[in-house]
């Protein structure tokens, strides 16, 4: 067959690589300078680059419902997606949301490949679509950024470098609030950046830390960020299979590769001219010629340059191309294999039961615990007081009111300390401190357990159990 007399063509040394693009054989980076890509995969790469960045930027201005389209406040517990709110209390929801994406990333992986890494991943978009370009703008094509490096520190290097890092230093700082307001929110960027960094030594810090990792990342660290740090570029050597779409080469159409020389007939020799430009715009180094690697983010660069050779040899497009090693060996593209039809099952079920629990979740919720460190008190009127800690969530969009009482106990034996009733802010969190008050003689254990009520005027919201320390009173 035509594919066992392409493989004799190779040794076994010749088809194992062991070393990656970016480190030579003694363990020393190998700085890569990727030639200018242009071409209509770029193009589309340029468009889509535009309107996710948008979006990226504009996301901590977006409110819906008055919340944030999108906040990940670790610090505070809060989280806000599309304007849901979100507290610790949802702990099963979040987590459902959690393996759900991780779940469809692994279903996307498998379907699609890294088309991710290289069209969507904000690494990429920022390194590609930003960072790189205004190097071309500064320093020139890759063979110019080569020369210029090798120049000696004369007064027209120093003043590229300085302008070069000092507009990356003022796009890293942009990158370091926005990704800052997405943690806090944007009225507290604001407010730090408003005020002296002696008043928010936290954030201000916060922020300084974000923009110099940006820097660092996107002025040195580059590829080296997909090919050693990334855990999703790791993670595709088990998600791949022979049906994934990939950036390939079509080995059967371009094998025995070789050479093109003046008037030849290339009879005995495949479409690739082994002219290299697929190496030399990749951005992490590699050749796709030696297949499906753990570098390549799918960024379409070598697809666009080897088109690009094909329409000026007159020879069909693609000899790159997205497809898979299905698609190539037996001429047809399967997608929906049994892999993908389970990974499909796993994710609805997931998403029905997010939908479930999201649906069903209270409106309001309360965290009841005594107070660290105190035991009950003895009052002279005979009853036994203990003091508590209630954190209530109120996920609504209104201010509630609401009082505290006990289950089958009379009105009166709670009291919330310096308040009558709480007013529970809109989609907010409020902390407070209250005594419960009980008469001795109900005591039969030195741990009673209490259902504390939550009530809206006379509607029940929300109901915790607790327990309730004191002296046992003995039956005469």
Request: glycine share 6%.
């Amino acid at each position: 067959m035509e594919q066992d007399k392409i493989k004799d063509l190779y040794t076994y040394d010749d088809q194992y690589r062991d070393t990656i693009a970016t480190v030579d054989e003694k363990g020393k980076r190998v700085w890569v300078y990727p030639k200018k890509p242009k071409g209509s995969y770029h193009s589309k790469r340029m468009v889509v680059s535009v309107i996710l960045l948008t979006i990226l930027f504009a996301g901590p201005f977006i409110k819906i419902g008055g919340e944030p389209f999108l906040l990940l406040n670790v610090f505070e517990r809060k989280f806000s997606i599309l304007g849901a709110v979100f507290w610790p209390q949802d702990f099963f929801i979040l987590a459902l949301i959690a393996i759900s994406f991780f779940v469809f990333i692994i279903l996307f992986t498998v379907v699609f490949g890294r088309v991710w890494c290289g069209w969507a991943c904000p690494q990429t978009l920022f390194m590609e679509m930003v960072f790189r370009k205004i190097e071309y703008w500064i320093d020139g094509d890759a063979a110019q950024q080569r020369k210029l490096k090798k120049m000696p520190w004369t007064g027209y290097k120093i003043r590229k470098r300085l302008a070069k890092h000092l507009i990356f230093s003022l796009i890293a700082i942009l990158i370091g609030h926005t990704a800052m307001a997405y943690l806090i929110g944007i009225e507290q960027v604001k407010e730090i950046v408003s005020r002296p960094p002696s008043e928010h030594w936290a954030g201000f810090v916060g922020l300084i830390a974000f923009s110099a990792v940006f820097y660092a990342v996107f002025a040195f660290l580059r590829e080296q960020a997909c090919v050693a740090i990334c855990p999703y570029g790791r993670l595709q050597g088990v998600l791949l299979v022979k049906d994934s779409m990939a950036v390939m080469y079509d080995w059967l159409r371009g094998e025995p590769r070789g050479k093109l020389k003046r008037n030849e007939q290339r009879t005995e020799k495949g479409d690739c001219i082994d002219c290299k430009l697929c190496v030399h715009v990749c951005p992490t180094g590699i050749d796709i010629r030696n297949g499906t690697q753990l570098e390549c983010v799918n960024c379409t660069a070598c697809i666009d340059a080897c088109d690009d050779v094909m329409t000026k040899l007159g020879k069909p497009r693609g000899l790159i191309r997205p497809t898979s090693y299905t698609a190539i060996v037996e001429g047809r593209q399967r997608m929906f294999t049994p892999r993908v039809a389970g990974y499909t099952g796993v994710l609805l079920l997931l998403v029905t039961l997010l939908v479930v629990f999201v649906s069903g979740r209270s409106e309001v919720e309360a965290t009841v615990l005594r107070m660290p460190g105190m035991m009950y008190q003895k009052l002279e009127d005979g009853h036994i007081q203990n003091i508590y800690n209630i954190q209530l969530v109120n996920k609504t969009a209104e201010d509630i009111e609401l009082s505290v009482r006990l289950k089958d106990q009379p009105r009166g034996l709670v009291e919330v300390v310096g308040e009558e009733t709480l007013i529970l802010p809109a989609k907010a969190k409020l902390d407070r401190v209250f005594i419960i008050k009980l008469p001795q003689e109900q005591l039969k254990t030195t741990k009673t357990e209490l259902s504390i009520q939550l009530w809206m005027g006379e509607q029940l919201i929300d109901e915790v159990n607790t327990n309730f320390l004191g002296p046992v009173t003995l039956e005469k």
